[in-house]
Structure formats: structure tokens, C-alpha cells
């Protein structure tokens, strides 16, 4: 007889199958145009057989979501060691074009799935895709204000705003400036007589003079 920790192995490895494939066409046709059937054909399984593993479409675009989240999370996280604002912010670069994918994938999620309260969690299933999915969210809005409180307690950030409203306005900054990256990244330095990675080091240079109180000359 199967032993219960072989089972285990192999049922994870048919979930990583199905999500590997559900990831490559979530990745080339959006979350919209993704289809249950098409992924369980990808996969080599029926569709009753998904539902074996996942509760529907959503639960597994949540899986791969999820993915995302603790690889940005895991290199934010590398990149707060020192402290500073502008190493999450490049850190956040790297990501953006290493994984553009994910990162679309993300802002998905952010517009339609995930609850920016402090009882977030209490709206999904302890252990659900969807719970994972908003204790990552919640993780780094956490490490990202934190950064932020010790830059204003060691007043090397002056702001009005608390520090969770700037992790927020900060957060839609460098969202919004790396989607422009992404969809002009092609001919870049031809049309705009710059690089992208030159482009976004000045907007960085410009955050870090506005954070110190310091108006760019």
C-alpha cells in the first residue's frame, strides 16, 4: 500500500503540474481569456479532474499569484537589510523586468481580488490561495511601512503623512512608473533619449531628495 507521505508527494506534484501550465497561459493570454478546459488540456487531465485540485479558475490564478508575491517578497526582503527606501525601490525594478509577467499577474490581483483592511484575512479561508495571497500583500505593505517608520524616527524621511500613507503613495509611484517601463521598454533610449534603467534611477534620485526634505536643484 501507498504510504500516506508518497501520496502527498505525488498530488503535490500533479498540483505543480497543473499550475505550471496554468502559469504559461495565464502568462501569454491574460487571466480573462483563460479557461478551465484549456488549462486541464494543457496539463493532460480532464477538467473533473482539476476540480480535484483547485475550486475553480480563480483558486488557481491565486496559486500562481502567489508565486509571484513570495518571489517579490522574498526580494524585497533581501533588499531591506540596509535599511534604505532606494533598495526596495531597485530591488522592485529588478523584479518588474525580471518577472514582467508576474508582475501584470499582480496587478490583477490588486485590482480585483485583494482587501486592503487590517481584517483582510479574516475574509478568506485560513490556508486558501486567496488567504496565502493576501498574508504575502499584507507582509510586504508590513516590511515596506516599517522601513518607513524607522527612516522618520531616524528622520532621514520628513513627511507629514504617516507611514503607512507613504508606503502607499510610494507604492503607486513606482507601480505606475515601472507599467510605463514595461510598455515603452521597446526603442526606449531611440525615442526618449534615455534608458529605462537611467529613467528610473532618476525617479529614484528624485524620491529620495523629496523623502529628505531636500528640493532637487
Known amino acids: 500500500m501507498m504510504s500516506e507521505d508518497r501520496k502527498a508527494w505525488e498530488k503535490k506534484q500533479r498540483e505543480n503540474r497543473i499550475l505550471d501550465k496554468a502559469q504559461d497561459i495565464f502568462f501569454k493570454n491574460g487571466y480573462e481569456f483563460a479557461t478551465i478546459i484549456e488549462i486541464a488540456k494543457a ?37 531591506s537589510q540596509d535599511q534604505r527606501i532606494h533598495d526596495l525601490g ?13 508582475l501584470k499577474l499582480i496587478m490583477v490581483y490588486e485590482a480585483n481580488t485583494c482587501v ?27 516590511l515596506i511601512t516599517r522601513l518607513i517608520a524607522t527612516g522618520i524616527e531616524q528622520k532621514r524621511i520628513k513627511t507629514s503623512l504617516k507611514p503607512a500613507q507613504l508606503m502607499l503613495l510610494l507604492w503607486g509611484q513606482v507601480f505606475g512608473v515601472m507599467q510605463i517601463i514595461l510598455m515603452r521598454q521597446v526603442r526606449f533610449q531611440e525615442t526618449y533619449g534615455i534608458s529605462y534603467e537611467d529613467l528610473f534611477a532618476a525617479f529614484m534620485e528624485m524620491t529620495a531628495l523629496a523623502l529628505s526634505g531636500v528640493s532637487p536643484s
Do not use: W
Not at 493532460?44 to 500562481?64: P, Q
Open 43 to 79: 496539463a493532460g487531465y480532464n477538467k473533473r479532474s482539476i476540480y480535484l485540485y483547485f475550486k475553480d479558475k480563480e483558486d488557481i490564478f491565486l496559486a500562481v499569484v502567489l508565486r509571484g508575491l513570495i518571489r517579490l517578497h522574498q526580494m524585497l526582503d533581501k533588499a
Open 116 to 142: 486592503y483592511d487590517p481584517g483582510s484575512l479574516k475574509n478568506s479561508a485560513p490556508g486558501s490561495h486567496k488567504y496565502l495571497c493576501q498574508q504575502e500583500t499584507d507582509a510586504i505593505a508590513d
Open 90 to 102: 531597485r530591488a522592485f525594478f529588478d523584479f518588474s523586468l525580471d518577472h514582467p509577467d508576474y
